[in-house]
T-cell receptor, first 111, second 115 residues
Framework: SQQGEEDPQALSIQEGENATMNCSYK?????LQWYRQNSGRGLVHLIL?????REKHSGRLRVTLDTSKKSSSLLITASRAADTASYFC???????????FGTGTRLTVIP | KAGVTQTPRYLIKTRGQQVTLSCSPI?????VSWYQQTPGQGLQFLFE???????NKGNFPGRFSGRQFSNSRSEMNVSTLELGDSALYLC??????????????FGPGTRLTVL
């Protein structure tokens, strides 16, 4: 079963705009990760945030984590057409060895 | 360093047949996990292998099995294929697994179609 839900399910923006995707999960976690998947391909790891962290940055990516609300957000600034992909959050459900994925947000960046 | 490779990339089988998929992890990685991705169920964990032993298993029927070799390469097998087994099968490797601070690196996947 899936751990969480991404919101929105689909997002379409113009190049240069910022994109924000949200993820909610159900159980306690040690870590939360964000992955990107280009159409029908493998997943690319973007960023990991630990449960004791509230915010993390990597290039144009900014991730926040609110463990009290069991939610996380991924912000992509100054989006590019190449950012078009599906974005998934994944958690460890409090220490499991495997990832539990959300349902994904399909981002389309229009040139 | 080469990434995770999966073979074959595409596969078409008929109901009742069996299939074997292969995954070669990144050199030095000892943990290999398998995931199934379908439009209806999303990404779901199948199993994880470490040092030739299955260390963790998801909620899939016994028709799904796997193994890992001494060089960390892994195979998964699906017997008596059903239409619902049509999916993208993804393999991920990590150094030792056991903790998700240990990043998992995914391969490109094998697209299985069952007719």
């Amino acid at each position: 079963s899936q751990q969480g839900e991404e919101d929105p399910q689909a997002l379409s923006i113009q190049e240069g705009e910022n994109a924000t995707m949200n993820c909610s999960y159900k159980t306690s976690i040690n870590n939360l990760q964000w992955y990107r998947q280009n159409s029908g391909r493998g997943l690319v790891h973007l960023i990991l945030i630990r449960s004791n962290e509230r915010e993390k940055h990597s290039g144009r990516l900014r991730v926040t984590l609110d463990t009290s609300k069991k939610s996380s957000s991924l912000l992509i600034t100054a989006s590019r057409a190449a950012d078009t992909a599906s974005y998934f959050c994944a958690t460890d459900r409090g220490g499991a060895n495997n990832l539990f994925f959300g349902t994904g947000t399909r981002l389309t960046v229009i040139p | 360093k080469a990434g995770v490779t999966q073979t074959p990339r595409y596969l078409i089988k008929t109901r009742g047949q069996q299939v074997t998929l292969s995954c070669s992890p990144i050199s030095g990685h000892r943990s290999v996990s398998w995931y199934q991705q379908t439009p209806g169920q999303g990404l779901q964990f199948l199993f994880e292998y470490f040092s030739e032993t299955q260390r963790n298993k998801g909620n899939f029927p016994g028709r799904f099995s796997g193994r890992q070799f001494s060089n960390s390469r892994s195979e998964m097998n699906v017997s008596t294929l059903e239409l619902g087994d049509s999916a993208l099968y993804l393999c991920a490797s990590s150094l030792v697994g056991g903790s998700l601070t240990d990043t998992q690196y995914f391969g490109p996947g094998t697209r299985l179609t069952v007719l």
